[in-house]
């Protein structure tokens, strides 16, 4: 290497970079680069050269091409960092020893090698993969931990929300009372649970104390790992970025569960007549729709990152999901799978509204199988003489949300089932073809268990198992999905 070389070599990281090149073999011995700015000026070089050598093709940059293999993420990177800077100052690399010929050959293989190299990043790490799946096992646990929180009415125990302080629970005789002197001055005490004694009270706490401890836990398995992953360089850029996403939707979860339960707590409870305490349906169903998707995030990245570690799988399914037959179906996969979500959404109004104490009988409600008060809010009548908006109905009334429900499940079905059909017709990847069986079996369970719990008035461990079946259909929607999507990292 001469003095140049080592000079520049010296004072910038791309000089660094082309005497790298030099010393591992380029073939290059002149690199000509009009530095009155640009590149080696930010080194504080002036350096003329003659352009005696034919310049190769119209990218003053091509040389990088011609570099050893072994240099090319280099490159790309030093390539990509002058392309930004670009000043036509910059004028051509030229490469004193190769032949015209010769050099053509090299640039069209390179040429290719730098464009694939430039579009795809390496994937991330099998163990981020992992990771993202466990993280998406332990959403499933807590969604069905909210489920039993709010079936065994314990949802509104805890009155306050203390990230830090809230994680421990009351030890002493003195502290379980002062707990239990909180509760008593909200709605849920007052109106329902006045008879309640404390061992009573410390049961429906330790329910509500969990669940949190388990949102809590979820947050710290997911933050510190990702930290330590993004830091030593295991995840691609994409998903670190969506990393970032994911652990702020954890903290909204968080803070949206609080605003759930404050809704439940709110003193105009006592005003209104009937009035039963509960949190508002609203916020049930965006703190259930934002674990959902959560969770769906989750699986779907973890699921991408192993599968894009097996080249020889990507390779196969990029084949098979060319077919027009395969891309129809996968739209209709993708229609069904929201159909999935909205479904669930809607449960979640029944929920809210504890909408599945009425009309306990299956396919008809009451005389017909329309509820004959599906529009009681939204019509006149002697005891509502200002109806609402017919939207009101869909929304807040439980029987017009129950009939929703119904009407979304049984689409749903149907849409698991016509889907199942088409795939009998089409040529799928062989784990495509185990997630359509698993989605029409896992829909004919989850509609029975939807039935029976409404049938027998909604009983705990029917309703928590209908829910938790609801989290089971939604992933094999998705996995679906994923067995029929290409994605490179
Ligand atoms: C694709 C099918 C279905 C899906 C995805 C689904 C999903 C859900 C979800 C997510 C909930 C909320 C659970 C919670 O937050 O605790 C729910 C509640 C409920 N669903 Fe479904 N459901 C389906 C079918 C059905 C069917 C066919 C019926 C009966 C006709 C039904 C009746 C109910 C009832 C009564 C509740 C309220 C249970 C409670 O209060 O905990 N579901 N559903």
């Known amino acids: 290497m001469n003095g140049l070389y080592r000079t520049i070599a010296g004072r910038t990281r791309s000089g660094r970079f082309f005497a790298k090149a030099l010393a591992e073999g380029a073939r290059s011995s002149t690199l000509c680069v009009n530095a009155k700015s640009g590149l080696l000026a930010r080194a504080g070089l002036r350096w003329q050269c003659s352009n005696t050598f034919p310049r190769i093709g119209s990218d003053p940059f091509n040389m990088f091409e011609r570099l050893p293999t072994s240099l090319h993420p280099n490159a790309l990177r030093i390539s990509s960092g002058v392309r930004a800077q670009h000043s036509s100052t910059v004028a051509s690399p030229i490469l004193a020893d190769a032949s015209p010929v010769q050099g053509k050959e090299l640039q069209t293989e390179h040429t290719e090698q730098h464009r694939q190299d430039h579009q795809e990043e390496a994937p991330s790490k099998p163990i981020v993969g992992w990771w993202y799946l466990f993280s998406g096992s332990l959403v499933f646990g807590i969604v069905a931990i909210g489920g039993l929180t709010r079936l065994t009415e314990s949802g509104l125990s805890i009155v306050e929300w203390n990230l830090i302080k809230g994680m421990k629970p009351p030890r002493s005789q003195q502290e379980w009372e002062e707990e239990f002197e909180k509760y008593k001055q909200f709605p849920e005490y007052k109106l329902l649970n006045h008879h309640m004694t404390l061992p009573e009270f410390k049961s429906i706490f330790y329910m509500?104390?969990?669940?949190?401890?388990?949102?809590?836990?979820?947050?710290?398995?997911?933050?510190?790992?990702?930290?330590?992953?993004?830091?030593?360089?295991h995840m691609s850029k994409i998903i670190r970025n969506r990393s970032l996403l994911v652990a702020a939707l954890i903290g909204g979860q968080g803070l949206l569960g609080w605003y759930m339960v404050k809704s439940g707590l709110s003193d105009e409870i006592m005003e209104k007549a009937h009035a039963v305490p509960r949190v508002s349906h609203y916020w049930l169903a965006a703190h259930l729709g934002s674990a959902f998707t959560i969770y769906s995030i989750m699986l779907v990245t973890g699921l991408d990152i192993l599968r894009a570690n097996k080249a020889k799988a990507i390779e196969n399914l990029r084949l098979i999901l060319k077919h027009a037959d395969v891309i129809k179906f996968r739209r209709y996969a993708i229609g069904t799978a929201g159909l999935v979500f909205l479904t669930a959404m809607s449960g979640a109004f029944v929920a809210g509204l504890d909408a599945g104490l009425i009309y306990n009988e299956f396919p008809k409600m009451g005389e017909g199988y329309v509820p004959s008060d599906m529009w009681a809010m939204s019509t006149r009548t002697e005891r509502n003489p200002n109806p609402g908006p017919f939207w009101k109905d869909l929304l807040e009334n439980p029987s017009a949300v129950q009939f929703n429900h119904r009407v979304l499940a049984m689409t749903t079905a149907s849409s698991v089932g016509a889907l199942w059909l088409y795939s009998r017709r089409v040529k799928l990847p062989r784990n495509a073809r185990l997630a359509v069986n698993a989605l029409l079996a896992m829909a004919g369970v989850q509609v029975t268990l939807g039935i029976t719990t409404l049938l027998y008035l909604v009983p705990v461990p029917l309703a928590a198992a209908h829910q938790s079946g609801s989290l089971t259909l939604l992933s094999i929607a998705l996995w679906l999905m994923h067995t029929l999507r290409y994605v490179k990292r």
């Open 208 to 233: 509500e104390w969990a669940h949190r401890m388990v949102g809590r836990f979820i947050g710290l398995s997911f933050i510190i790992p990702g930290a330590y992953f993004a830091y030593k360089g």
